[in-house]
C-alpha cells in the first residue's frame, strides 16, 4: 500500500504541481564489457573503460533516491562483472551487494540488465535479457556464440523474473515474430519488450520507416494475439514514428548517470539531439504516463512482477 500511495503522491505531485521528479534511474555502473556489440555507444575499452567504485554507487543511489527515485535499473557494459575488492572493510563487493544497498536504502524494485553470456546470479527484482533475434542476426550483432549461450544461461536460472529485450535494427527486424515466439514458448521467459536502435554514433542501424512500421504492425498483432509483450498498446501505437509523441516527451522521468559519474537529468539522446530519430519503447510509455493512459499503467503495474 505504502508502494502505491508514493506513485500516486508522485503522479499528482507532478501533474498538478508541476515538479519535476525522475521515477526511475538509470545508473551504468560500468562501461566493461565481455562483448562488443554493433549497436553499442556505452562499451569501453582498454585504459579508456571506467567502472564505479561501491562508493561511487552508494552516493549516486542516495542521490537519485534524494530526488524522488523508487525505481533503480543497473546496467553497463555488463553489470555481472561488476566488482569492487576493497569495498565493505576489505570483504569485497559484487552486483547482488548494489542490489541489496538499493534495497535498504528504500528503492521498491530494482532491475539489471544483462547479455546473459555469464550465468545469471542477480538478485534484482527484474532481469532484462538481451536476445537481438534469432541466431545469426543475434550473432551478427553481438558475436559469434553469443546467441546459444544466452539461452543456456537462461535455461539454468531459476530466477522468476526473467525478461527479454530487443534491439531492433535494419538487420534483424525480421526476426522481430520470432523473437516473441521465443519468448512466449520457454517457460523461463516472463515477458518481451523492444526498442528500435538509438542512432549516438552512427546511422548505418537505423529502421527504415517502412521496417519500424512493418515491425510495429507484427507487435500490435501479437500484443492483441496476447503474447507477453511489455510495451502497451497505446504506446507500441506512438513508436511508429517519433514525430507522434516527442513534442509531449515526459523523459525526465527517468534520470541517467554515466559510469564515469556524469548525471544527466533526463533521457541522454536529449542531450545527443537524435530526439528526431528515438525509438526508445520506454520514451513512448513515459509520454503516456504522465496522461495515465490505462494500457500504458497496467503494462507498468505488471511487468515487475513475476508470472
Known amino acids: ?43 569501453k575499452t582498454g585504459p579508456n573503460v571506467t567502472t564505479m567504485s561501491y562508493e561511487q554507487v552508494r552516493e549516486h543511489l542516495q542521490y537519485c533516491y534524494d530526488l524522488g527515485s523508487r525505481i533503480i535499473d543497473f546496467e553497463g557494459g555488463e553489470p555481472q562483472l561488476w566488482r569492487d575488492e ?28 544483462t547479455n546473459a553470456q555469464l550465468p545469471i546470479t542477480a538478485d534484482s527484482d527484474l532481469v532484462w535479457i538481451s536476445l537481438d533475434g534469432l541466431q545469426e542476426a ?14 543456456e544461461n537462461i535455461a539454468a536460472c531459476d530466477h522468476p523474473n526473467l525478461n527479454v529485450n530487443m534491439v531492433v535494427t535494419n538487420r534483424n527486424y525480421q526476426d522481430f515474430e520470432a523473437v516473441a515466439q521465443l519468448v ?18 552512427s546511422r548505418d542501424l537505423l529502421p527504415s520507416s517502412k521496417q519500424r512500421g512493418a515491425v510495429i504492425d507484427t507487435a500490435l498483432a501479437l500484443k492483441k494475439a496476447g503474447y ?28 541517467f548517470i554515466q559510469s564515469d559519474g556524469t548525471r544527466i537529468p533526463t533521457c541522454p539522446g536529449e542531450p545527443a539531439g537524435i530526439c528526431a530519430d528515438c525509438g526508445f519503447g520506454m520514451g513512448a510509455e513515459m509520454a503516456l504516463l504522465f496522461k495515465l493512459n490505462p494500457s500504458m499503467v497496467k503494462a507498468g503495474l505488471t511487468v515487475r512482477s513475476s508470472k
Open 138 to 151: 543475434h550473432d551478427e550483432q553481438r558475436g559469434k556464440g553469443t546467441f546459444e549461450r544466452a539461452l
Open 86 to 113: 576493497t569495498a565493505c572493510d576489505g570483504a569485497g563487493a559484487d552486483l547482488n551487494t548494489l542490489i541489496a544497498l538499493a534495497r535498504e536504502i528504500g528503492f521498491f524494485s530494482i532491475t539489471v540488465t
Open 1 to 43: 500500500m505504502g508502494e502505491f500511495l508514493y506513485y500516486a503522491s508522485w503522479w499528482f505531485g507532478c501533474k498538478f504541481a508541476g515538479r519535476r521528479r525522475p521515477l526511475q534511474s538509470v545508473i551504468f555502473i560500468t562501461d566493461r564489457c565481455n562483448l562488443h556489440c554493433a549497436h553499442c555507444n556505452v562499451v
Open 184 to 201: 512466449k514458448d520457454n517457460p523461463r521467459l516472463n515477458r518481451f519488450s523492444f526498442s528500435f536502435y538509438l542512432p549516438y554514433e
Open 228 to 255: 507477453p509483450l511489455m510495451n502497451s498498446l497505446a504506446g507500441l501505437k506512438l513508436l511508429r514514428d517519433p514525430q507522434l509523441f516527442i513534442d509531449k516527451k515526459q523523459c525526465w522521468i527517468s534520470n
